[in-house]
């Protein structure tokens, strides 16, 4: 399940990051806008595009933050590995990650 998900996120991130994906959403709002007058602009319009935005940018907070929570882990592996193979790098650094905020501030007091 977790590849599977994480295969979608990607993708649909990717795919969001696009130039014809702010297009389409454009053409959407801009079809529905002009539709107006055909249904009086009538509540059921109304909800037809509050409905639709909500359960995708619902949909879209969960894929994006799974993306760029793991793009953040790789990066901070990365960093990881980068200190460790500086011999004149202090590792004291390594893992800070997972520090509080709290202690990632007294540290940053501390520099």
Same mark, same amino acid.
Request: glycine share 6%; net charge neutral; hydrophobic share 55%.
């Given at each position: $399940?977790?590849? /599977? ?7 649909? @991130? *990717? ?9 389409? !959403?454009?053409?959407?709002? @801009? *079809? /529905?806008? !002009? ?10 319009? =109304?909800?037809?595009? &509050? ?8 949909? $879209?907070?969960?894929?994006?933050? @799974?993306? =760029? ?6 990066? =901070? ?8 193979? &500086?011999?004149? !790098?202090? &590792? ?18 501390? =520099?």
């Amino acid at each position: $399940m977790t590849s /599977w998900f994480d295969t979608l996120a990607t993708a649909v @991130a *990717v795919a969001a990051g696009r130039a014809w994906a702010s297009g389409l !959403a454009l053409l959407v709002v @801009a *079809v /529905w806008a !002009a539709s107006g007058p055909l249904f009086g602009y009538s509540d059921t319009w =109304q909800l037809f595009i &509050n409905t639709g935005t909500t359960v995708i940018t619902f949909l $879209m907070v969960f894929l994006i933050q @799974a993306t =760029q929570t793991r793009d953040t882990a790789a990066i =901070q592996l990365k960093l990881d590995e980068l200190v460790r193979a &500086n011999q004149n !790098a202090r &590792n004291v650094f390594i893992g800070i990650d997972q520090l509080t905020a709290e202690q990632l501030e007294a540290l940053r007091r501390r =520099q």
